[in-house]
């Protein structure tokens, strides 16, 4: 796949939506919510190890990128529900085709990063030297 050069620019508006949509946490939510609406606490205790405060920001970012709605539901206590919108849906694919990626490339991955760690352990610079400097 061939990327028009301007896509690298830290200017590019695509490069930006596409951190936001990439982020850890934004494409788990999506996946939550692709079977139903759920309030803030329930997508939180899915999420392990997110924070309220990492949640909070991911949560505006999807909302403001049109990627999910947030409704206030009349209860008592007053409680927030969070849905995907026809747009977020959109992902649904391509973010099933990268998870899936990950689960049929896991073993080569782990044994990239084995043979790249066992490279590091080896070396005690942890770097590649290339000639003999003199000063």
Same mark, same amino acid.
């Given at each position: 796949m061939e990327l028009e050069s301007i896509c690298f620019s830290s &200017?590019? /508006? +695509? @490069? %930006?939506?596409? &951190?936001q949509i990439a982020d850890k946490w934004s494409a788990m939510v999506? *996946?939550?919510? +692709? *079977? /139903?609406p759920y309030r803030f606490n329930a997508i939180r205790r899915r999420l392990e190890g997110v924070s309220q405060k990492a949640l909070t920001q991911c949560l @505006? @970012?999807?909302? @403001?990128? %049109?990627?999910?709605n947030r409704r206030v539901v009349s209860l008592s206590p007053v409680a927030v529900e969070y849905e995907i919108t026809p747009l977020g849906r959109t992902l649904q694919m391509p973010l099933r085709a990268l998870h899936q990626w990950t689960l049929d490339n896991l073993v080569e991955v782990d044994a990239a990063r084995e043979a790249f760690d066992d490279r590091q352990s080896d070396d005690a610079f942890g770097g590649v030297q290339v000639g003999n400097r003199t000063d």
């Amino acid at each position: 796949m061939e990327l028009e050069s301007i896509c690298f620019s830290s &200017d590019c /508006r +695509s @490069r %930006g939506l596409f &951190d936001q949509i990439a982020d850890k946490w934004s494409a788990m939510v999506l *996946a939550i919510l +692709s *079977a /139903r609406p759920y309030r803030f606490n329930a997508i939180r205790r899915r999420l392990e190890g997110v924070s309220q405060k990492a949640l909070t920001q991911c949560l @505006r @970012r999807l909302e @403001r990128n %049109g990627l999910i709605n947030r409704r206030v539901v009349s209860l008592s206590p007053v409680a927030v529900e969070y849905e995907i919108t026809p747009l977020g849906r959109t992902l649904q694919m391509p973010l099933r085709a990268l998870h899936q990626w990950t689960l049929d490339n896991l073993v080569e991955v782990d044994a990239a990063r084995e043979a790249f760690d066992d490279r590091q352990s080896d070396d005690a610079f942890g770097g590649v030297q290339v000639g003999n400097r003199t000063d």
